[in-house]
């Protein structure tokens, strides 16, 4: 059974030295298009090194919370659903985004934090220090395949790493 996913947005555009990097530090093989299978401390995960299109991430509207706007983004999935498999895979978006300035998008919402759900969109949010954790929660909505709108939530590295000690920690699936 397939487990969480998440990507790790970044400022600026990811040169092919450092998508090539990545896949060397991964472990990853012979290169087959933007989608390659990995091994982290024995478990599958995929990743994903190339955008679908460029509207991918000008649909996500964080340039007002950020100050910058996503230019690229690499995408993790844990092939897995067990709890390693969901910290396995938030340490490999923290790392990412830490070294690369980026945050992490996690693929939905989280158990904490506003989840929005409606007909229509709502206002970005901003959340410092949320439930008392150190960091911040962006909070955004997006438009379901049904046509409702729901919360997509990203971190930056400090929510991501007190996200991932605490005792709720859970990725999304």
């Not at 690229?72 to 709890?83: E, I, P």
Request: aromatic content about 8%.
């Amino acid at each position: 059974m397939a487990g969480p996913t998440a990507s790790v947005l970044f400022p600026s555009k990811v040169s092919d030295t450092h998508r090539a990097a990545l896949r060397t530090r991964l472990g990853c093989g012979a290169p087959g298009g933007t989608y390659d299978e990995f091994q982290l401390e024995g478990r599958p995960f995929i990743v994903n090194l190339g955008l679908r299109s460029a509207r991918e991430l000008t649909e996500i509207d964080l340039s007002q919370l950020l100050g910058w706007t996503p230019e690229d983004k690499v995408g993790f999935a844990a092939m897995c659903n067990g709890a390693e498999d969901h910290r396995l895979l938030a340490r490999l978006s923290l790392d990412l985004a830490e070294e690369a300035g980026g945050i992490v998008d996690f693929s939905g919402a989280l158990s904490i934090g506003p989840h929005i759900e409606g007909a229509s969109p709502s206002a970005p949010m901003r959340i410092s220090k949320p439930e008392g954790l150190d960091g911040v929660l962006f909070v955004t909505s997006y438009k379901t395949v049904w046509g409702s709108f729901a919360a997509a939530h990203f971190g930056d590295v400090a929510f991501v790493r007190a996200w991932l000690a605490d005792s709720r920690f859970h990725m999304v699936k």
